[in-house]
């Protein structure tokens, strides 16, 4: 037993010799923005029926359906997905007397001539319920890169002010992180898209992208030397 204490004792006095004190550690921060071009373009339809019958009720909805990704074979730029099969109940005096079914259809994609084409037939069976623009992956990574070139710039800087004004010779970056985001600047147009006709002859009005803002922060330590 003394044996075994005096190797732990020892054990903990090299783990105290070798720990490192750290001094003069500083937090800061930093960060950068801008903007990015909104070259996505995303709308969801909806079809919508109702039917005492639940399983006619379903073939209404399932054959509206499968004739729009019909339709949307015409449009290659144009992404499709369907979303969201709802059915719900219809009450009368508290006895259900019919259902309702509905299923959402989301298209995307960066050529927004080909959406609208693709609207103008569609709308003759689904309803636009919502329609937005957004930055692409592709388009978000290369303003995102750019940032976190200046955001980092911007840390040396603030972390050289820190090194000058304490007087230091030298500084070391101890840790840092990087944090990307955005600032939703995406135009909604729900209310454009609430009133578009259901005819086949109608297409959405003149269409403005806009931009988003991204920002990139930067946060981490610094050792003076």
Request: proline share 2%; no cysteine.
């Amino acid at each position: 037993m003394k044996f075994v204490a005096a190797m732990l004792l020892l054990l903990t006095g090299v783990g105290y010799a070798h720990e490192e004190v750290l001094f003069d550690q500083y937090t800061l921060q930093a960060s950068a923005e801008g903007e990015v071009e909104n070259d996505l373009m995303v709308v969801y339809l909806q079809v919508q029926h109702e039917d005492r019958d639940a399983a006619l009720l379903a073939d209404k909805v399932n054959g509206d359906m499968n004739w729009a990704l019909e339709q949307l074979k015409a449009y290659d730029q144009v992404d499709a997905q369907t979303r969201n099969y709802n059915t719900h109940p219809k009450y009368e005096q508290n006895r259900i007397t019919g259902w309702r079914s509905s299923q959402t259809l989301e298209l995307k994609g960066v050529d927004f001539e080909q959406i609208k084409a693709a609207l103008q037939i569609l709308q003759s069976k689904l309803q636009v319920q919502r329609m937005l623009f957004q930055p692409s992956d592709k388009a978000r990574k290369l303003v995102e890169d750019q940032l976190i070139s200046q955001a980092l710039e911007n840390f040396k800087h603030r972390a050289k002010i820190i090194q000058q004004v304490m007087q230091a010779d030298s500084y070391r970056i101890m840790q840092i992180n990087i944090n990307t985001g955005n600032r939703p600047g995406r135009i909604r147009m729900e209310a454009q898209a609430a009133t578009l006709s259901r005819s086949a002859d109608v297409a959405p009005a003149a269409i403005e992208a806009g931009q988003s803002n991204l920002t990139v922060s930067i946060s981490g330590q610094i050792q003076l030397q």
